[in-house]
């Protein structure tokens, strides 16, 4: 008597499987004991047996009575054969107990939130709003409700030119009403999900369809462009892919001449540059804060907020063989939202990841395991990333 593994396990039903040999007398009745607990198996599913000496069985367990979503049973396979000798039915248990997990019952796209390089939203009350999908964009977006009524998340994904043509995550966006700009963005650098085609910019700006709230066009004039979070360059593999970084909610008002067009622009490269492929991973949240006396300027109807600064944290992951992660390096970089002069990674602009957390709020590479995310996090020096000491 065994068990063999639990098939077509949903968040609310599972088969077991079983099996036998060796039987001298008929077989009366097969099923399993099962349970929430290893030690207490309460439940009991059965089958009709038959006259073979040996063979398969399997029940569905939770088709009257859902099973719950994230959970772990466990079970046990029996056998009651007819014993000639005695005229009595013995039952034949197997040896062990065997388990299964019911999967998490999660609104779709929940799971794209919750990546090695996905800030924190636990506290949030982030709760499913709408799905839907923009073909001319190969966009299939889903979008969340936060308890901050003024604050959505958007999820953007792409397929056309991903690995097996699957559906991937582009980014994910933290949209805040009250400023009409994104508070951060967060994506993955990797040539082998996010090939770079050299599709082109295509600077075709519309609201992000997955946000309900207020959008407005960005400021282009003045001495403020539209400032990309999750940058045009990023995202080449095709123009529809490329056009999902042209949704208002991924640009902020950027001071333009020698900031966005100069130092940022560098740093927006120098990511690029240092795209891996394969296993590793670089993860990338890119942000703005509000800090001090917060200025307004005019877009149609609206007072728009200037962001005091723009800033870049980076998470760079190594994996091993088992898909867990075997190292990790960080680094941050903040800019004042104006004019700069000299290196991208000059002393000033460099900072530590848990800095910047401190500053906006937010818990950003939380999946990262403890024991890398600590130090990557705490990190100031940028030599690994730059290559200049």
Same mark, same amino acid.
């Given at each position: ?22 039987? $001298? ?48 049973? !466990? =079970? ?20 062990? $107990? ?7 019952? @999660?609104?779709?796209? !929940?799971?794209?939130?919750?990546? *090695? ?13 709408? &799905?839907?999908? =923009? #073909? ?5 977006? *889903? #979008?969340?409700?936060? +308890?901050? +009524? ?9 397929? &056309? ?13 933290? !949209? ?19 090939? /770079?085609?050299?599709?082109?910019? %295509? /600077? ?7 946000? #309900? ?28 892919? %490329? ?13 333009? $001449?020698?900031?966005?067009?100069? @130092? ?8 690029? #540059? ?20 917060? &200025?307004?300027?005019?877009?149609? +109807?609206? %007072? ?30 903040? *800019?004042?939202?104006?004019?700069? +002069?000299?290196? =991208?990674?000059?002393?000033? =602009? ?12 937010? /818990?950003?590479?939380? %999946? @990262? ?10 990190? &100031? ?9």
């Amino acid at each position: 008597m065994t068990n063999a593994a639990a098939t077509g396990v949903t968040s609310s039903t599972a088969t077991l499987n079983g099996s036998f040999s060796g039987a $001298t007398g008929q077989i009366y009745e097969t099923g399993f004991y099962w349970g929430t607990s290893q030690n207490s198996l309460t439940s009991k599913v059965t089958t009709d047996g038959s006259n073979a000496p040996s063979g398969n069985f399997a029940c569905t367990i939770g088709s009257s009575t859902p099973l719950s979503a994230g959970a772990t049973y !466990y =079970y046990k396979a029996y056998v009651l054969e007819y014993d000639e000798a005695s005229g009595q039915h013995v039952e034949r248990l197997a040896s062990s $107990t065997s388990s299964f997990t019911t999967a998490s019952n @999660v609104p779709a796209g !929940y799971e794209y939130l919750t990546g *090695y390089g996905m800030p924190d939203i636990s506290g949030l009350g982030v709760t499913s709003r709408q &799905t839907g999908s =923009y #073909s001319d964009r190969d966009d299939n977006w *889903y #979008s969340f409700n936060t +308890s901050n +009524s003024k604050r959505q998340l958007a999820v953007h994904t792409y397929s &056309t030119g991903a690995p097996g043509n699957a559906e991937t995550l582009n980014y994910v966006v933290m !949209y805040d009403e009250s400023k009409y700009a994104p508070v951060w963005t967060a994506h993955t650098m990797n040539s082998t999900y996010w090939p /770079d085609k050299n599709a082109g910019r %295509n /600077d075709s700006w519309t609201d992000d369809p997955a946000i #309900s709230l207020t959008q407005q066009g960005g400021l282009d004039s003045g001495p403020y462009s539209r400032g990309h979070l999750v940058a045009s360059n990023y995202r080449q593999t095709t123009k529809a892919q %490329n056009k999902q970084t042209f949704y208002h909610s991924n640009q902020a008002p950027q001071y333009q $001449t020698s900031f966005n067009d100069g @130092v940022w622009n560098t740093l927006e490269n120098r990511v690029k #540059s240092q795209t891996p492929s394969g296993t590793t991973m670089l993860y990338v949240v890119t942000g703005v804060l509000y800090e001090g006396t917060i &200025t307004t300027k005019p877009s149609g +109807s609206l %007072n728009v907020p200037i962001p005091s600064h723009f800033y870049k944290c980076i998470m760079k992951c190594t994996f091993n063989n088992s898909g867990e992660v075997s190292g990790a390096q960080g680094i941050a970089f903040v *800019y004042t939202n104006e004019a700069h +002069s000299g290196n =991208y990674y000059n002393s000033s =602009y460099v900072t530590s990841i848990d800095a910047i957390e401190e500053r906006a709020g937010f /818990d950003f590479f939380a %999946n @990262v395991p403890e024991s890398f995310e600590a130090s990557a996090e705490a990190n &100031t020096n940028h030599a690994w990333f730059t290559g200049a000491n």
